[in-house]
């Protein structure tokens, strides 16, 4: 069992940063897959990153590709997202999730735990 709260998000002028963090409980953090995710009003959960258990290959959204970055760190059981040339579109209530899912799994319902979410708002 792992359960996980976000902090970090706020709002931002375009062009800004945001980093978010997943603070997650449970002994096995290490052992699962991470990933982040976001959901705009009237619009499906979309993925953004997801990064491997041992915190070496990560895979991202063209839409977020080279603006974003995630990072673990197993040791604080932390999951992190670094948000950089933040835009409008960008705009969404963003959840971390866990499951012990294959590398580069972009499909939400895949994964098994998440947490409750934070909103992040970019004016333009």
């Known amino acids: 069992q792992v359960q996980m709260v976000e902090s970090g998000g706020g709002l931002v002028q375009a062009g800004g940063s945001l980093r978010l963090s997943c603070a997650a409980s449970?002994?096995?953090?290490?052992?699962?897959?991470m990933g982040w995710f976001r959901q705009a009003p009237g619009k499906e959960r979309e993925f953004v990153a997801t990064?491997?258990?041992?915190?070496?290959?990560?895979f991202y959204a063209d839409s977020v590709k080279g603006r974003f970055t995630i990072s673990r760190d197993n040791a604080k059981n932390t999951l992190y997202l670094q948000m950089n040339s933040l835009k409008p579109e960008d705009t969404a209530v963003y959840y971390c999730a866990a499951g012990r899912v294959p590398f580069k799994m972009s499909q939400y319902w895949e994964y098994d735990y998440w947490g409750q979410g934070t909103q992040v708002t970019v004016s333009s």
């Open positions: 990064i491997e258990w041992s915190g070496g290959p990560t």
């Open positions: 449970g002994r096995t953090f290490s052992s699962y897959a």
